[in-house]
T-cell receptor, first 113, second 113 residues
Framework: DAKTTQPTSMDCAEGRAANLPCNHS???????VYWYRQIHSQGPQYIIH???NNETNEMASLIITEDRKSSTLILPHATLRDTAVYYC??????????????FGAGTQVVVTP | DAGVIQSPRHEVTEMGQEVTLRCKPI?????LFWYRQTMMRGLELLIY????????DSGMPEDRFSAKMPNASFSTLKIQPSEPRDSAVYFC???????????FGNGTRLTVT
């Protein structure tokens, strides 16, 4: 059973903010939301993760709704190099080994000039 | 930090030949994961190790596949004999322990003709 639902694809104009939604309506209290991305011909790359509070780092911001049933990854100023497949994953850091989790199909983001 | 290093980057071989893929995890990481990615099936976990010990190999397709981790800094994934349906990109990933953030290598693209 998929724990997350993401749109299959989305386009974004270069320089604009890209807002990537993820639905995780069955998330439990101990499960974190993780985001990874995979640029063509490269391995998946860690972006950010959070539990309930909004998080920001040099790559992106993560906004988690108060009920934690959904989240949005924000790339504040998208560049052509942000074209990639973005994966949203939920996992319990205390019990869930990465060996038990699936990456799913993700969202293909295409940034256009 | 050199990241996870995989070799070779590309491998082309004929059906029936033995193929060995190599991985050097990030120094200090004690969990190592092997994944396979195809267009049809996405990113699939094959096997993972904690402290050089295989924990779960249920994702290994069949007996033609084997993986070893003789020490903390090296792992191999072997396919013998190889078949055309084994053509895929094989990724190695490591983490500090099996619940911390995953770090992926850039993969080995295997083509079996």
């Amino acid at each position: 059973d998929a724990k997350t639902t993401q749109p299959t694809s989305m386009d974004c104009a270069e320089g604009r903010a890209a807002n990537l939604p993820c639905n995780h309506s069955t998330i439990s209290g101990n499960e974190y939301v993780y985001w990874y991305r995979q640029i063509h011909s490269q391995g998946p790359q860690y972006i950010i993760h959070g539990l309930k509070n909004n998080e920001t780092n040099e790559m992106a911001s993560l906004i988690i709704t108060e009920d934690r049933k959904s989240s949005t990854l924000i790339l504040p100023h998208a560049t052509l190099r942000d074209t990639a497949v973005y994966y949203c994953i939920v996992r319990d850091m205390t019990t869930d080994s990465w060996g038990k989790l699936q990456f799913g199909a993700g969202t293909q983001v295409v940034v256009t000039p | 930090d050199a990241g996870v290093i995989q070799s070779p980057r590309h491998e082309v071989t004929e059906m029936g030949q033995e193929v060995t893929l190599r991985c050097k995890p990030i120094s200090g990481h004690n969990s190592l994961f092997w994944y396979r990615q195809t267009m049809m099936r996405g990113l699939e976990l094959l096997i993972y190790f904690n402290n050089n010990v295989p924990i779960d190999d249920s994702g290994m397709p069949e007996d033609r596949f084997s993986a070893k981790m003789p020490n903390a800094s090296f792992s191999t994934l072997k396919i013998q004999p190889s078949e055309p349906r084994d053509s895929a990109v094989y990724f190695c990933a490591s983490s500090l322990f099996d619940r911390s953030s995953l770090h992926f290598g850039n993969g080995t693209r295997l083509t079996v003709t």
